[in-house]
């Protein structure tokens, strides 16, 4: 299994561009979730999703949008970028019933907005 | 979820058991302490949780108090690649959307 991947792991945008990150998961997991980390913070939940078509908001998703189309798959949008959405971002997925619960990150994207 | 606190950092020698603690004083009865780590620049890394009991596995051990308001997670033999932020979460498990909630962590360093 190669668990959670991201991309890309970097990028650099410009003021008002858009962008998609991609994140897939190849363990079944139900639950996917994207995070973001400041420098030397927590990390903050953006969006998350229960399964396939269903997704809900997270401590912090101004400026964010996702979807769920199948199980494998939780891409995050950014439209119109703004400095203070320089970050690094994490995609994660986790089992929903019995284990541990615990949750699966990926290597996550270092993202500049300038 | 209740709220956690952390010592902001710590130092201990390689080799040596390194004792990280936690509290968490408004833990409610269904909720689980989990802790992470993240090594600089990577995801987050699952590492144990518990509910009453003390727990072991092949990476640390997490020791918590019988009332249950605070926890200590032993790392037995440090390594310098134990150098990370550790994070205690106390959540309940099977909430919706099972979504975790970090704090600002512990800053370990293992110096040789």
Redesign the interface.
């Known amino acids: 299994n190669a668990g959670?991947t991201q991309t890309p792991k970097f990028r650099i945008l410009k003021i008002g561009q858009s962008m998609t990150l991609q994140c897939t998961q190849d363990m079944n997991h139900n639950?996917m979730?994207w995070?973001r980390q400041d420098p030397g913070?927590?990390?903050?939940?953006i969006y998350?999703s229960?399964g396939a078509g269903i997704t809900?908001k997270?401590?912090v998703p101004n400026g964010y949008n996702v979807s769920r189309s199948t199980t494998e798959d939780f891409p995050l949008r950014l439209e119109l970028a703004a400095p203070s959405q320089t970050s690094?971002y994490?995609c994660?997925s986790?089992y929903?019933t019995g284990g541990?619960?615990?949750?699966?990150?990926?290597?996550?994207t270092r993202l500049t907005v300038t | 979820d209740a709220k956690t606190t952390q010592p902001t950092s710590m130092d201990c020698a390689e080799g040596r058991a390194a004792n990280l603690p936690c509290n968490h004083s408004t833990i409610s009865g269904n909720e689980y302490v989990?802790w992470?780590r993240q090594i600089h620049?990577?995801?987050?890394?699952?590492i144990i949780?518990g509910l009453k009991n003390n727990e072991t596995n092949e990476m640390a051990s997490l020791i918590i108090t019988e009332d249950r308001k605070s926890s200590t997670l032993i790392l037995p033999h440090a390594t310098l690649r134990d150098t990370a932020v550790y994070?205690c979460i106390v959540r309940v498990?099977?909430a919706?959307?099972?979504?975790?909630?970090?704090?600002?962590?512990t800053r370990v360093l293992v110096k040789p």
């Open positions: 959670v639950y979730y995070y913070m927590g990390l903050k939940l998350y229960v809900d997270g401590e690094v994490f994660a986790s929903t541990s619960y615990e949750q699966y990150f990926g290597p996550g | 989990y992470y620049s990577q995801g987050p890394q699952y949780h994070y498990v099977v919706a959307g099972n979504k975790l909630t970090f704090g600002g962590g």
